[in-house]
């Protein structure tokens, strides 16, 4: 990626730009400037729109087979450029590079998913009275897909793939801090013989080309990640055109962890499962409840294995935790601490750069620290009584995305996964996240589903058609 760019790669015309309007990219490890991009506005979000528009006819004539192949190549394409596209979204978001890379071959892998998956979502054939009823998975048409900084490229995909594998056409809105994955994103799926005006890339602000998109009555669905409180602000925006919505909102994810589990595996992987990203995470397992009868044990080993997480350079190879986003980021995840003694506290660089240490805290489920998504390098560390205090206090909250349970007790394990009120858990695991599984959450953290065959049934429509055998 060069130093400069426009506001979309190569699929929208700089008549879409809003000269008069750009956006500074910031290195939040350096606070030094890496892009300098003009932004699109409500012009330029209808000019996408109507490019997406012209495109759907000939897009979703495209055969099953020759589709897969087009996605199957974007795949590859990604793989071919893995370490550029890594080294981009690791100096735009401030990722440890290894983290990146990780990231990089996921999308790979998503892609590839949805190559597979093109001609195996399909419809039925239903004997009734008097002939026989058909039916059929239809694309919905133009869909927007309004992806959050924190995961840039990787959202993405899981939206442009199934968006694209049903047929749809796209316009995505990277967020504003972190857009340049994306546009080399969509310079690679050019490059694969996507045609144009199937995905657009656009850049401009949540509040202008984000509410257009929501608010356009050519887009058919908006899928959004983001906070709870926007994502309010999608589905107010999208009722006045009756659009379908995918909503994956924020978290407070509990990692429980009883007395009989393995202390030493769980406190190992307790940090990782918070501070990954910098806690900058949506599952991230921000309430590390605890059994009392292990509780001093496991704080012990939590704060031993919370010392080592290595926090510094994104660039260096043995980095596990950059940056925090922005200034005003890091404002806000200080002020859920400040005045607080905590368990611990670690070091983090001086100097230039948006950093915050990692930091555990002891706190009742009461605790802003604890009822709020701080999105941050922060843990609350809660003890609980037994197994039916551990899913009150683990459901004792409005969010509902992620968690973990740690026990050995497989009976056990089954009771509190099917009790806890969240859309994705792990035992004796912090993984949330597979290609092929559903993701998604309860109650305030959203609905619908990304990844596996279920984010195909948000991407599509069922249409049934009867034949008659009687004439």
């Given at each position: ?10 699929l ?60 199957r ?20 978001v ?91 994103l ?63 909102l ?14 030493e ?5 307790a ?38 997480v ?14 925090l ?107 949330s ?9 309860f ?29």
């Amino acid at each position: 990626m060069s130093d400069t760019g426009s506001a979309v790669s190569p699929l929208a015309p700089r008549s879409c730009l809003n000269p008069a309007v750009t956006l500074t990219v910031l290195d939040p490890a350096t606070e030094e400037p890496i892009a300098e991009l003009e932004q699109a506005g409500v012009e330029g979000a209808d000019a996408a729109v109507a490019r997406a528009k012209a495109a759907l006819p000939a897009w979703r004539r495209v055969a099953p087979a020759d589709r897969a192949r087009l996605l199957r190549r974007l795949a590859s394409l990604v793989e071919e450029h893995g370490e550029e596209l890594a080294r981009i979204e690791s100096r735009n978001v401030g990722k440890p590079i290894a983290g990146a890379r990780g990231e990089v071959g996921m999308v790979a892998q998503v892609f590839h998913f949805y190559a597979g998956a093109v001609d195996k979502h399909h419809g039925e054939t239903i004997p009734v009275a008097g002939g026989v009823a058909a039916t059929f998975r239809e694309p919905l048409g133009v869909v927007g897909l309004i992806v959050p900084w924190n995961f840039p490229l990787n959202i993405a995909s899981w939206k442009i793939g199934p968006a694209l594998a049903c047929g749809n056409t796209v316009v995505l809105k990277p967020a504003e801090l972190t857009p340049l994955s994306a546009l080399r994103l969509g310079e690679l799926a050019l490059e694969a013989g996507i045609p144009e005006g199937v995905l657009n890339v656009l850049v401009g602000k949540g509040s202008v080309v984000g509410r257009r998109l929501i608010e356009h009555p050519d887009v058919a669905k908006i899928g959004f990640t983001g906070s709870t409180e926007v994502g309010a602000e999608v589905m107010r925006g999208a009722a006045a055109t009756i659009k379908r919505v995918t909503l994956e909102l924020g978290g407070k994810s509990a990692n429980v962890v009883f007395a009989d589990a393995d202390l030493e595996a769980a406190a190992a992987a307790a940090p990782y499962a918070v501070f990954d990203n910098a806690g900058q995470d949506c599952c991230a397992r921000s309430r590390i409840l605890v059994e009392r009868a292990a509780y001093d044990r496991f704080l012990d080993l939590l704060v031993e294995a919370t010392r080592g997480v290595v926090v510094g350079d994104p660039a260096d190879e043995a980095t596990e935790m950059g940056p925090l986003i922005s200034a005003a980021h890091r404002a806000t995840v200080a002020s859920y601490v400040d005045g607080v003694q905590p368990l611990f506290r670690g070091e983090a660089p001086e100097g230039r750069g948006y950093w915050f240490p990692c930091t555990l805290v002891e706190a009742t489920n009461e605790d802003r620290v604890a009822r709020e998504e701080v999105f941050g390098p922060v843990a609350a560390v809660i003890p609980f009584a037994d197994e039916a205090d551990a899913v009150r206090i683990a459901n004792d909250t409005p969010y509902g995305l992620s968690g973990s349970i740690w026990t050995r007790d497989g009976a056990r394990a089954l009771r509190v996964a099917r009790a806890v009120e969240s859309g994705v858990l792990s035992v004796n695991s912090n993984g949330s996240v597979r290609v092929a599984t559903p993701f998604g959450g309860f109650k305030q953290s959203g609905f619908g589903r990304e990844l596996g065959m279920h984010a195909l049934e948000g991407y599509s429509e069922v249409k049934s058609v009867f034949v008659s055998t009687e004439v």
